[in-house]
């Protein structure tokens, strides 16, 4: 069982920046963060592989930027450029070998 741990929600102006992170307790092949907005399905925003694969949603290529510290088991999602279409409560998920863990979710509200 990993429990992760997520950090750095809020509010923000659009164009302003935030930082998440989001602590795991155990070490996981693939860390990652999807959101999901009031009335819309939770979608994929960024992933990152242990050996540093990245992906990234095509709505916040160049904006956004996925990197984790595999030592402190954390994986961060540094968000620039914030539009108010990025509102939405940001998940982390890591995989191990058996399944898929969630994080318990951190609102990102951004203003126009």
């Known amino acids: 069982q990993v429990q992760l741990v997520e950090s750095g929600g809020g509010l923000v102006q659009a164009g302003g920046s935030l930082r998440l992170s989001c602590v795991a307790s155990a070490s996981t092949f693939s860390m990652g963060w999807s959101r999901q907005a009031p009335g819309k399905q939770r979608s994929m925003v960024a992933r990152i592989t242990s050996g540093g694969s990245v992906f990234y949603a095509d709505s916040v290529k160049g904006r956004f930027t996925i990197s984790r510290d595999n030592d402190k088991k954390t994986v961060y999602l540094q968000m620039n450029s914030l539009e108010p279409e990025d509102t939405a409560v940001y998940y982390c998920?890591?995989?191990?070998?058996?399944?898929?863990?969630w994080g318990q979710g951190t609102q990102v509200t951004v203003s126009s």
């Open positions: 998920h890591a995989q191990d070998a058996s399944r898929l863990y």
